[in-house]
């Protein structure tokens, strides 16, 4: 049975991308504090700029975890290699052709406002055209994210069977463990310490989106512990609690870190950044299933919104590149 909550909160969170990408292009935070490194910037607050402070920490991460659900459900009908081909399909091979096709438009005007003016004019037309197309990657990076976490599930799994275990009998020890209040609080300890340090590590020194060491494990912590519907419960009935751990923890990473750039390593690997993050995915899981489970026309219809953020998305290069 399709999980009907998923579907809302993917494109939702979608949504706030598109959003964050809007605000990011034209608002006093924006292009200045992204490339400036973590300097402070003292132009005041603005909703714009609180706006990308309050959902860039965890809108991405969420995704991931969404995804490691969705991987379960998605292995409980089909086979290993199955599973790999149309990820294969959906992720690798569209994410490759993407840049090729389209993504170069948003790497050119990279190219054209900053790789260009810092490059010796002896490095060779084919060195450009490389770097044109990694900086064209975009929002395709999360398709590789995804396809190499997925591969490594793959692994994982095999390297399960091989020792006489199974997937639903490794969810069902961490749903079994998590039975009580205790032990449940002390998964959730285990689950944002690891993220936290994942945040320190395996993070590319140039296309920093590439988060390797915090979404790879969040996609595995979908798929091994909420994709249980035990932890769902869980999440649904202290969901108002949740809400409250989030607007704290996220007003006081937001007053700490108001004018940095918010996406340095520095800023990234707080404990206080990580940990809002963290409570605001156990608050949306925990929403999404209370309240976000149903479908109609107007939610099949925003499904459709990866669409309209790669519209929006090669339009602004195009408006960028025609001034």
Same mark, same amino acid.
């Given at each position: 049975?399709?999980?009907?909550?998923?579907?809302?909160?993917?494109?939702?969170?979608?949504?706030?991308?598109?959003?964050?990408?809007?605000?990011?292009?034209?608002?006093?935070?924006?292009?200045?504090?992204? %490339?400036?490194?973590?300097?402070?910037?003292?132009?005041?607050?603005?909703?714009?700029?609180?706006?990308?402070?309050?959902?860039?920490?965890?809108?991405?991460?969420?995704? %991931?975890?969404?995804?490691?659900?969705?991987?379960?459900?998605?292995?409980?009908?089909?086979?290993?290699?199955?599973?790999?081909?149309?990820?294969?399909?959906?992720?690798?091979?569209?994410?490759?052709?993407?840049?090729?096709?389209?993504?170069?438009?948003?790497?050119?005007?990279?190219?054209?406002?900053?790789?260009?003016?810092?490059?010796?004019?002896?490095?060779?037309?084919?060195?450009?055209?490389?770097?044109?197309?990694?900086?064209?990657?975009?929002?395709?990076?999360?398709?590789?994210?995804?396809?190499?976490?997925?591969?490594?599930?793959?692994?994982?799994?095999?390297?399960?069977?091989?020792?006489?275990?199974?997937?639903?009998?490794?969810?069902?020890?961490?749903?079994?463990?998590?039975?009580?209040?205790?032990? %449940?609080?002390?998964?959730?300890?285990?689950?944002?310490?690891?993220?936290?340090?994942?945040?320190?590590?395996?993070?590319?020194?140039?296309?920093?989106?590439?988060?390797?060491?915090?979404?790879?494990?969040?996609?595995?912590?979908?798929?091994?512990?909420?994709?249980?519907?035990?932890?769902?419960?869980?999440?649904?009935?202290?969901?108002?609690?949740?809400?409250?751990?989030?607007?704290?923890?996220?007003?006081?990473?937001?007053?700490?870190?108001?004018?940095?750039?918010?996406?340095?390593?520095?800023?990234?690997?707080?404990?206080?950044?990580?940990?809002?993050?963290?409570?605001?995915?156990?608050?949306?899981?925990?929403?999404?299933?209370?309240?976000?489970?149903?479908?109609?026309?107007?939610?099949?219809?925003?499904?459709?919104?990866?669409?309209?953020?790669?519209?929006?998305?090669?339009?602004?290069?195009?408006?960028?590149?025609?001034?």
């Amino acid at each position: 049975m399709r999980k009907l909550h998923l579907d809302n909160i993917r494109w939702i969170t979608i949504l706030l991308v598109v959003i964050f990408h809007s605000f990011y292009y034209y608002n006093n935070i924006g292009i200045k504090a992204m %490339f400036a490194g973590a300097p402070a910037y003292n132009d005041g607050m603005t909703f714009a700029g609180i706006f990308q402070y309050f959902v860039y920490p965890w809108f991405m991460l969420l995704l %991931f975890v969404v995804a490691g659900m969705s991987a379960k459900y998605a292995l409980e009908k089909k086979t290993v290699g199955q599973f790999i081909k149309a990820r294969t399909d959906k992720l690798l091979v569209p994410s490759t052709l993407g840049v090729l096709a389209f993504g170069w438009i948003g790497g050119f005007v990279i190219y054209l406002t900053n790789a260009s003016i810092n490059m010796p004019k002896e490095v060779p037309g084919f060195v450009r055209l490389v770097i044109v197309l990694f900086s064209g990657i975009g929002a395709l990076w999360f398709c590789h994210v995804l396809f190499t976490a997925s591969l490594l599930l793959a692994v994982i799994r095999k390297i399960v069977a091989k020792y006489h275990g199974n997937d639903t009998k490794t969810c069902q020890w961490f749903a079994r463990k998590a039975d009580k209040f205790f032990p %449940f609080c002390v998964l959730l300890i285990f689950v944002y310490l690891i993220l936290w340090g994942g945040a320190h590590v395996l993070n590319m020194p140039l296309i920093t989106a590439y988060r390797n060491g915090i979404y790879i494990p969040a996609f595995l912590f979908g798929y091994y512990i909420f994709s249980n519907e035990e932890i769902i419960e869980k999440l649904k009935k202290a969901v108002f609690l949740f809400f409250i751990l989030s607007v704290l923890t996220g007003g006081y990473y937001i007053s700490r870190c108001y004018g940095l750039a918010y996406s340095d390593i520095y800023v990234l690997s707080r404990w206080d950044l990580n940990l809002y993050a963290f409570f605001m995915i156990l608050f949306v899981l925990g929403a999404g299933a209370r309240f976000l489970d149903f479908r109609n026309a107007f939610t099949d219809y925003m499904m459709l919104s990866i669409l309209l953020y790669t519209f929006f998305s090669r339009i602004f290069d195009l408006c960028c590149l025609l001034q």
